[in-house]
Every structure is written in C-alpha cells, then in structure tokens.
C-alpha cells in the first residue's frame, strides 16, 4: 500500500528553521516525484516546491525559493523540506504527496500527485 506521512511540524519563531520530514512506505521515493503543499488559515492550498523522480531535480513555487530546499535520502526512503527564515506568512498544514511519473521534471500541480499524507502543522509567530 502507498502511504506517506508527515512530521517535524510544530511552533517556531519569525527567522528559525524547521525540516519537516516525509517518509513514504510501498515505494521507493527514488522512483515516484515527490510535492510538498500548504493550506494556510483560510485560503487554498498552493504548491510549495517539487523533487523528480528521474534526476532527482526540484522545482520550486516563487514564494519559497532562496529559503526552502527539498532533499532525498534514499536509505531512509524519505524526502526532507528543509525551511530557512520562516514568516508568520509560512504558517500552513503542509502536506506531501507522490506522483507515480518517472520524469527529470516535477509538477507543481496537486491534481497530478496520487497520493497525499495527512499534513503536520507549521505555525509561524513570536
């Protein structure tokens, strides 16, 4: 059964860092893309950032990019969202999903990712 799960959300204060974790089970993360996605209060959920499959490239949304980072670590069959100088404006559930698509490009769609987790929570504030 694909499965994958979230965690390292938590409280943190404006300027910290947090890496949050996603653990896939009944796949190989080295095989399927890999998103990570964010509903804040209130508004829609947006994509955050991407890895590929193939190559292992990622792709990032504008409002992230210079402060998150996405790795792989196949040993531990997990991909990490590793976030720098945090605003109050990151607060959100993130989520992350797979995509079964072997592809050197990864999607910032959530309509093209199969399988979701059920979200860990960031809150962002003083």
């Known amino acids: 059964q694909v499965q994958v799960v979230e965690s390292g959300g938590g409280l943190v204060q404006p300027g910290s860092s947090l890496t949050l974790s996603c653990v896939a089970s009944g796949f190989n993360v080295d095989d399927y893309a890999i998103g990570w996605f964010r509903q804040a209060p209130g508004k829609e959920r947006e994509a955050v950032l991407c890895i590929s499959s193939q190559g292992g490239n990622p792709s990032y949304a504008d409002s992230v990019k210079g402060r998150f980072t996405v790795s792989r670590d196949s040993a531990k069959n997990t991909v990490n969202l590793e976030m720098v100088g945090l605003k109050p404006e990151d607060t959100a559930v993130y989520y992350c999903?797979?995509?079964?698509?072997?592809?050197?490009?990864?999607?910032?769609?959530?309509?093209?990712?199969?399988?979701w987790g059920q979200g860990t929570r960031v809150t962002v504030s003083s």
């Open positions: 999903a797979a995509e079964n698509y072997w592809f050197p490009v990864c999607d910032l769609i959530e309509d093209e990712y199969d399988y």
